[in-house]
């Protein structure tokens, strides 16, 4: 390995082991509270998610209701104004108010106890197998209609926190988004997801 | 039709038994493409296209390809494989990337199934066209054949439990699912969809599923049977990736990565007959499988 090479290898290995002290103890109070700490702290993030979905489902309420034998102008349109009403309602939004620091290290720690060695590398090449790079991570915005989504894997799905039906978690590299699957507004993020 | 001169004429095909024939030569412009389907009364005829979406020219003129096998193959619907829209989904881009390329198919009352994949936004599943009905995931049935379109993009705790509940009660004689991720691949770009595989094949082998159908990959594979279930990859319906099938992969049957290309498919008591033509109307796999625990024997050159 060259010279600037290991330099950027042991910066890189000692930023990661500062991130993972910084995040450590507010999993480590969530687990101190005892397994009915985390499981509060889950909950609590099954709240916030339905909290979300109860507001985007009283908004597109007012919406005429899609058909669902529609011609592409009317999914434009409403799929343009269902998205202007949740950004308007939600306009203060910011990362971290879903993605609480405590369930971002719960979730963290279920991906890192669940996937290792070869499972964790076939769960990388999947997620970053999407080219995904242009995906601005801004919540509350739009996640590019072109952008490629990342096939979320299954065997994670079952172990993660159960969504409402109108939210998905999105893998944009590491990072772990919650979108809208109809008005396609990304509702919080998450960063460095994946070990 | 002498071997020699299959060879000097086209090439070769290969049925589920690996016997070997003739298939046609390039279709020139104008004819259509030589069909080795039976055309059974009765039979359950469709066609299989996969990541479609792009509206170039490549993809308009193996549009014409299927539009000219229907004189001869009237197959009544067609299953798309996902990635059905590349690049955005304005109104211009359904006309462009679908509308146009398949009117004759539309105007001739061939429906269109969806299924979405990772170039697909969710909101498809209301468009008309796609026909399916404001679901992400959806059951049909032809005949004596159950179809299962699934989204591989999200295959979460609720579509697992669907697809275990409607697989349950389900008796139909054929059960095929289609999606766009495939669980067994010998591309060098994507390959096998294996977390996927992990939770979705115990689900078929329980319950019976007798053919897969899948797209992502942009070439044609037909897998070797496994465990019984047979497996092929249809993603070249307007997307190609020359070279993309790994050579000598124990996975393969047949697989073809030249040119674009599509499947035919007719299921016929307990037969399931296929024929898969190129943008150049070339026959490039063909043969006919026997639905698994049937008394259908099978014999070679059937078509």
């Known amino acids: ?195 | 039709m002498t071997m020699a001169a299959a060879l000097l004429l086209g090439g070769l095909a290969h049925d589920a038994l690996g016997q070997t024939y003739a298939t046609g030569a390039k279709v020139g412009a104008g004819a259509a493409p030589r069909i080795l389907l039976p055309v059974r009364e009765g039979s359950v005829r469709f066609l299989v296209i996969g990541d479609t979406g792009t509206g170039t020219q490549q993809q308009k003129q193996l549009a014409d390809v299927m539009i000219k096998s229907r004189a001869a193959f009237p197959y009544e619907f067609v299953l798309m494989l996902g990635d059905n829209m590349y690049g955005g989904e304005k109104p211009a881009d359904f006309k462009v990337k679908f509308e146009d390329v398949y009117r004759p198919l539309l105007d001739q009352k061939v429906t269109f199934y969806a299924s979405l994949g990772n170039h697909d936004e969710s909101n498809q599943r209301f468009y008309d066209h796609f026909n399916m009905k404001g679901e992400e995931y959806y059951r049909l049935e032809k005949g004596d054949v159950s179809f299962y379109s699934l989204n591989s993009n999200y295959m979460d705790k609720k579509q697992v439990q669907w697809l275990e509940d409607e697989l349950s009660r389900d008796d139909s004689k054929w059960k095929v699912a289609f999606f766009h991720h495939p669980p067994y691949s010998s591309g060098g770009k994507h390959g096998s969809s294996s977390g996927l595989r992990k939770v979705v094949e115990p689900i078929f082998l329980k319950h019976g599923v007798n053919v897969v159908l899948a797209g992502h990959e942009h070439f044609y594979e037909r897998i070797k049977p496994q465990k019984g279930i047979y497996y092929f990859i249809s993603g070249a319906g307007g997307k190609l990736r020359k070279g993309d099938v790994k050579e000598n992969s124990p996975l393969t049957e047949v697989a073809y990565d030249k040119d674009m290309s599509f499947m035919l498919v007719e299921i016929a008591g307990d037969e399931m007959h296929f024929q898969v033509l190129s943008r150049t109307g070339e026959t490039v796999d063909s043969g006919v499988i026997a639905r698994q625990g049937s008394d259908a024997a099978v014999s070679p050159n059937k078509n």
């Open chain 1, 1 to 195: 390995m060259k010279p600037n090479a290991r330099k950027l290898t042991a910066l890189a290995a000692g930023l990661a082991a500062l991130l993972c002290l910084s995040l450590a103890p507010r999993r480590a109070a969530a687990q101190a509270a005892g397994p009915s700490g985390e499981a509060q702290t889950v909950a609590a993030f099954e709240a916030r998610a339905k909290d979300y979905s109860r507001l985007r489902e009283d908004l597109e309420e007012k919406l005429p209701k899609l058909s669902k034998e529609a011609k592409p102008e009317q999914i434009a349109a409403h799929k343009e104004t269902f998205q202007g009403m949740v950004r308007q309602a939600r306009a203060g939004a910011k990362q971290g108010d879903v993605f609480t620091p405590e369930i971002a290290a719960v979730i963290r720690a279920v991906i890192k106890s669940e996937y290792a060695g070869q499972e964790l590398r076939e769960l990388r090449e999947t997620v970053m197998e999407a080219e995904t790079q242009g995906v601005p991570l801004r919540v509350n915005y739009p996640y590019p209609e072109s952008g490629e989504l990342v096939e979320m894997p299954p065997t994670l799905l079952l172990k993660l926190p159960q969504l409402p039906k109108q939210l998905r978690y999105r893998f944009v590299g590491t990072n772990l988004l919650l979108v809208d699957r109809e008005n396609g507004l990304i509702v919080d993020y998450m960063t460095s997801a994946l070990p």
